[in-house]
């Protein structure tokens, strides 16, 4: 029985944790095949919203600086599609578990890491394709990004805050333990998507609105992005807004690092 | 070689709320146990540490030779679940749904395809193609759920109410189906909340009462355990019934009292002896006026044997009355 155990080294180990986490992220992937519907919905809904804020609302906005609208729209609306991922994640999560597929999981001689790696891994892709259809959208409507490598950054720096709101989706996921949170969630995004500089330059709100619309989470990779695309960028923010760049990368890996160690926690505490 | 099972004091307590309290229990290799009890009496939570869902507080738990806490891997590559609801993925079909759990199990991909037919087969679902699982029938989802539970044919087989919400005919499927598994030497634990359940299938039965093990032995030696043999009659007139009970237990020759609570005109009383006791009852009851619609002489059923163990043959009384 001990020629068992001693037979699992580190190398073995790690080998099956990618394994197992390509075999559950793999079974996303037939997912979106068996239902390209949901699929095409869940990445249209960003364009649909692009399309609206630029040509019903956008006449009536006012562009710090005095640009173009739908320039300083874009980069709001690919960070606010990251944000939205929260939802598709935390379905994903609640499901499982209140199915008992989680549980099934747990059951089985796989990492147990994979559980989560294999959401990860999934999501982040669907998120990937999701920001290219909404580039491909924008640059339909005449949206024209700054260059290839400031693009590759906006990606990456997108990607991070997606990373966040992927484990903010776990734990609210592992936390909901009923399907039904997820409409909670759903609604709830709005607020948090309209008390940030996604639509409207943060200091156009009133006083203390502006400073909270400048430190939303999601403002910094907002800013960040629009500087990197050339964008029109809110001049008269505050620090927040002068150090864009650096909330852009700081705010993803705190909550990251926040919300991974509640998962983790959560996780374990599944088996108290 | 250790027993399929080996359960000794295990304790589990949820805050104040003590779930487990010192069960003990021993299933043998290539056997059926059933663990019998009322809601709440632990069965799940005993499940879910047997499966290295939940760490137990206290007591050694050992599956297929291995202690639950200190080789959970191990356990885990010798154990199948088959949980309260069917934890199959809706969207796959069944084949997908098997080849993910069999490559889960760290079978290459050929074997994978390869294993997914066999169970398939034996669960009879080859012919469901790429039939989404949601659009099953309750019957054909839980075969399913059953057969990823066998991927790697485990050595010890859970079943945590595996027939609850079926029709007649979906669990006579399900019932068939972990017959065939034991003709094929798999040890099953199964948790049900029908008694015929474990009539059927289970060579042990094992009843969980507040935590702990309130009886234990086959059907048949808890039904004797309980008495013997029931008369069941029923009276025309049931305000009646509470007389009628009395003079059939003096006339049957059993204890005041010792009857239980019957539902309306239906009256149920303990036989120490079978011979004459039909005549001797009828007789009584003629006797004091009470007409008799339908007489019965009939052995314990193992429900009535559970009802008396647990105690709840009171509180059943309570509820139709």
């Known amino acids: ?272 | 070689m250790t027993g399929a099972i080996s359960i000794q004091g295990l304790a589990k307590r949820y805050g104040e709320k003590v779930v487990l309290d010192g069960m003990d229990l021993q299933v043998a290799r290539r056997s059926v146990c059933a663990l019998l009890g009322p809601n709440g009496a632990g069965k799940t939570t005993a499940v879910r540490v047997m499966t290295t869902l939940v760490r137990p507080d206290g007591g050694t738990v050992q599956v297929a030779g291995f202690d639950v806490r200190r080789h959970p891997r191990e356990v885990r590559r010798r154990i199948g679940l088959v949980g309260q609801q069917p934890a199959v993925d809706d969207v796959l079909g069944a084949r997908q749904n098997l080849v993910l759990f069999a490559r889960l199990h760290h079978l290459d991909r050929r074997a994978a395809g390869v294993r997914a037919d066999e169970l398939l087969a034996q669960v009879g679902l080859l012919d469901t193609g790429s039939t989404p699982v949601r659009d099953f029938s309750g019957g054909m989802r839980r075969r399913l759920d059953i057969a990823a539970g066998l991927v790697l044919a485990p050595e010890v087989l859970f079943l945590d109410e595996p027939t609850t919400g079926l029709d007649p005919a979906g669990r006579r499927d399900v019932w068939e189906a972990i017959r065939a598994l034991v003709a094929r030497g798999t040890s099953v634990l199964l948790t049900t909340q029908y008694l015929e359940e474990a009539e059927q299938l289970a060579d042990d039965v094992c009843v969980l009462d507040g935590g702990r093990v309130v009886a234990r032995g086959t059907p048949g030696e808890l039904t004797a355990a309980v008495g013997g043999d029931r008369l069941e009659l029923v009276v025309a007139d049931p305000r009646r019934a509470q007389e009628a009970v009395l003079l059939a237990e003096r006339a049957a020759g059993s204890a005041p009292g010792s009857a239980p609570p019957g539902t309306g005109e239906r009256v149920v009383v303990p036989v120490a002896r079978r011979h004459g006791v039909v005549g001797a009852v009828v007789r009584a009851l003629d006797e004091a006026g009470i007409a008799v619609d339908d007489v019965v002489l009939r052995p314990t059923t193992l429900d009535e044997a559970y009802l008396r163990i647990t105690g709840r043959d009171d509180e059943r009384a309570e509820v139709s009355a």
């Open chain 1, 1 to 272: 029985m001990t020629a068992v155990l001693a037979g699992e080294t580190l190398g073995a180990r790690v080998r099956w944790a990618v394994t197992d986490a390509l075999t559950v992220a793999g079974r996303d992937v037939a997912h979106w095949r068996r239902q390209p519907a949901a699929v095409l919905v869940g990445a249209l809904f960003p364009v649909l919203l692009l399309l609206m804020f630029t040509y019903l609302l956008g006449g009536g906005m006012v562009v710090p600086g005095g640009g173009d609208y739908r320039d300083f729209l874009v980069p709001g609306m690919l960070a606010l599609s990251m944000v939205f991922g929260v939802e598709a994640t935390m379905t994903a999560v609640v499901t499982d578990t209140a199915r008992g597929i989680t549980d099934r999981f747990r059951s089985l001689p796989m990492a147990p890491s994979a559980v989560v790696a294999g959401r990860c891994l999934a999501d982040m892709a669907s998120s990937a394709v999701g920001l290219v259809v909404l580039m491909l959208a924008a640059l339909a409507i005449g949206w024209r990004p700054a260059g290839v490598v400031p693009t590759l950054a906006a990606v990456g720096l997108l990607l991070l805050l997606r990373l966040a709101f992927l484990w903010i989706g776990i734990c609210l996921g592992l936390l909901a333990r009923d399907p039904s949170m997820v409409v909670a969630v759903q609604i709830l995004v709005w607020p948090f998507a309209f008390l940030s500089n996604a639509f409207v330059a943060a200091s156009s709100m009133p006083g203390w609105l502006s400073t909270i619309a400048e430190w939303n989470p999601v403002a910094g990779t907002v800013t960040a992005v629009r500087e990197l695309l050339g964008a029109p960028v809110d001049t008269a923010g505050g620090w927040a807004t002068d150090h864009a760049m650096t909330l852009a990368v700081v705010w993803p890996m705190v909550l990251t690092a926040v919300f991974a160690v509640l998962s983790v926690r959560r996780f374990q505490g599944l088996s108290r």
